[in-house]
T-cell receptor, first 113, second 114 residues
Framework: QKEVEQNSGPLSVPEGAIASLNCTYSDRGSQSFFWYRQYSGKSPELIMSIYSNGDKEDGRFTAQLNKASQYVSLLIRDSQPSDSATYLCAVFTAGGSQGNLIFGKGTKLSVKP | NAGVTQTPKFRILKIGQSMTLQCAQDMNHNYMYWYRQDPGMGLKLIYYSVGAGITDKGEVPNGYNVSRSTTEDFPLRLELAAPSQTSVYFC?????????????FGSGTRLTVV
């Protein structure tokens, strides 16, 4: 059973701080890694994708991938109250009958003004 | 360009009733998916389709059926509703199953079975 694990939180950070969200996955063959943001009552929205080891930056967001440790993280710099949401880590592994994204349960982030 | 459209947005069913959740996309995506999301439990794949006429089971297919007669539409059928099917259902699509593509999600259907 392929698994994606996330700390459910809630993670609370003050406005302007760095929020660090973590995710581990069980399948060493996983190829692609995604972070989705989901506001309460809304659908998931893709915010970052990463495919190779290292860091990938997009504005205030940085995704980090370490395939040897099977670990993915998302850093949000200068956190804003509008960043308050649940962040879903998703891992893609090709092949097999499923070959689809496996989602973690999500980490709820709360940014306090 | 509407993306992925789901209807209805909300529905209350009685135990044993049937219904179809509609999903349509206008992006010419080959791949379509149905997920359910229970509180605090993340997204679980119900069924997916890699193209018209081709469907396959996901992680939690029991109690559901799907069809894919066109590229655009991927309805989800609940035949005998049970309280365990109370959930939020999301339809998603992607052009390709490969690593470069995330999924585009619909706005969801909130279903309550009483």
């Amino acid at each position: 059973q392929k698994e994606v694990e996330q700390n459910s939180g809630p993670l609370s950070v003050p406005e302007g701080a760095i929020a660090s969200l973590n995710c581990t996955y069980s399948d060493r063959g996983s190829q692609s890694f995604f972070w989705y943001r989901q506001y309460s009552g809304k659908s998931p929205e893709l915010i970052m994708s990463i495919y190779s080891n290292g860091d990938k930056e997009d504005g205030r967001f940085t995704a980090q991938l370490n395939k040897a440790s099977q670990y993915v993280s998302l850093l949000i710099r200068d956190s804003q109250p509008s960043d308050s949401a649940t962040y879903l880590c998703a891992v893609f592994t090709a092949g097999g009958s499923q070959g689809n994204l496996i989602f973690g349960k999500g980490t709820k982030l709360s940014v306090k003004p | 360009n509407a993306g992925v459209t789901q209807t209805p947005k909300f529905r209350i069913l009685k135990i044993g009733q049937s219904m179809t959740l509609q999903c349509a996309q206008d992006m010419n995506h080959n791949y379509m998916y149905w997920y359910r999301q229970d509180p605090g439990m993340g997204l679980k794949l119900i069924y997916y389709s890699v193209g018209a006429g081709i469907t396959d089971k996901g992680e939690v297919p029991n109690g559901y059926n799907v069809s894919r007669s066109t590229t655009e539409d991927f309805p989800l059928r609940l035949e005998l509703a049970a309280p365990s099917q109370t959930s939020v259902y999301f339809c998603a699509s992607s052009y390709y199953q490969g690593p470069s593509y995330g999924y585009t999600f619909g706005s969801g259907t909130r279903l309550t079975v009483v």
